[in-house]
């Protein structure tokens, strides 16, 4: 491999002292791991540099053309399916696939063979991507954060970061792996195949479940008030706040940033789950929670609920008071006796023709608990 004069290709500009002496020790390390002057250069472009060794060490070995040679699938559905997860375009002779993607190849082939449609795939492909997207980052972010010291050079950034990805990356596997298979096991305890599905030879998507918003008051005025870190902080305590209330029958589906959505078959326990996440930001400090919650019927699909019950939970949260519960009628009905139920009023609601009538929930007061207790 020809020698790269690192100063004459402009890689030390701006560099000084001891930092550039660890440049040019890292940039030499670089050339003799065979990487090119063109991937060094944009990488000291974009302030990656220090990054570059494990960015190496985590793929780029094949092209789809030759995992197709290796597997048997076709270079054109690999490449759509990296589009689908949600990384950058690639050509069939670009070297962007490691050696975990050899495997995930003959797996896709083995779910063809078993019957999986193209579509089927490729709908799996883009949730797998969504979630694994935001792992990677949380991943990241947390690595940097617990192993970034005050004074790193780019060298020491290079060393450690790349030892402990090549000591830590594969302990990953077994969390995702037992993560995976115990919300597989939760699916199945809640799916049902009975006589209608056996004779339509498929899952019923469509059911009768309630659904939950509830977002935090005021968080787009805060954005001009804090740190973008400070935002991302009340955002997680949220999260995690919403994932310990959610208990079965009661499911967290997904945040939204400044937004929780939750579901359950048991319409009760989500009004119990949704009064619990207002008291719990408030002893947390948080702005206020607005929550709403309506019942019918959801079509699931890729892990999320889509159908008009999912609309309009959205759209009664939009005109709760900060710190209630606003409910639909039908949730009212459901739950007649397990709270205190106030009218609140009919709404005219987006895209509903009809003003809705909507119910406030709270809980009972002790003597109304104690009646209800004797029932």
């Known amino acids: 491999m ?10 030390l500009d701006g560099v000084e002292g ?3 002496d660890a440049r040019r020790e890292l940039l030499q390390r670089l050339v003799d791991d065979g990487a090119s002057l063109e991937e060094i250069s944009k990488a000291v472009a974009e302030d990656r540099l220090a990054l570059l060794p494990l960015e190496r ?13 290796q597997t048997g699938l076709p270079a054109p559905l690999l490449l759509r399916m990296r589009r689908l997860v949600g990384l ?13 993607e050899v495997a995930q190849a003959r797996s896709v082939k083995l779910f063809l063979e078993a019957g999986f449609t193209i579509d089927v795939l490729s709908e799996l492909t883009r949730v797998v991507g969504e979630a694994t997207s935001r792992i990677a980052a949380s991943v990241t972010a947390a690595f940097g954060n617990t192993f970034l010291q005050p004074g790193d050079n780019e060298l020491d950034v290079a060393e450690r970061f790349d030892a402990l990805a090549e000591q830590l990356t594969p302990a990953l596997e077994p969390v995702l792996i037992g993560t995976f298979n115990a919300h597989l096991r939760e699916s199945i305890h809640r799916g049902m195949i009975g006589a209608l599905e056996r004779q339509n030879g498929r899952i019923q998507e469509a059911v009768e479940i309630s659904v939950c918003f509830a977002d935090l008051v005021g968080f787009t005025r805060l954005g ?9 902080s009340v955002a997680g305590r949220l999260a995690g706040l919403a994932g310990d209330r959610a208990i079965p029958p009661v499911r967290l589906i997904k945040t939204l940033g400044d937004a929780v959505m939750l579901v359950s078959p048991n319409p009760a326990a989500l009004v119990e789950a949704a009064l619990q996440l207002n008291a719990d930001a408030e002893a947390a400090e948080l702005p206020s929670l607005r929550s709403g919650i309506a019942l019918g019927e959801s079509v699931q699909r890729s892990g999320d609920y889509y159908g008009p019950s999912v609309n309009l939970a959205s759209r009664v949260t939009g005109v709760a008071r900060p710190g209630s519960v606003l409910c ?3 949730v009212r009905d459901a739950a007649p006796d397990a709270f205190e139920w106030t009218r609140a009023g009919h709404f005219r609601l987006k895209g509903i023709p009809e003003p809705v009538p909507l119910f406030r929930a709270r809980q009972l007061d002790a003597t109304s608990k104690r009646r209800e207790d004797r029932r």
């Open 2 to 11: 020809p020698k790269i004069d690192f100063e004459t290709a402009g890689l």
């Open 88 to 100: 950058p375009e690639a050509g069939p002779n670009d070297r962007v696939f490691g050696e975990d």
């Open 224 to 232: 001009g008030e804090l740190e973008v870190q400070e935002l991302g």
């Open 18 to 20: 001891s930092d550039r």
């Open 328 to 330: 639909t009628e039908q």
């Open 57 to 69: 060490r985590l793929g780029g070995r094949f092209t789809a053309q030759e995992i197709e040679t």
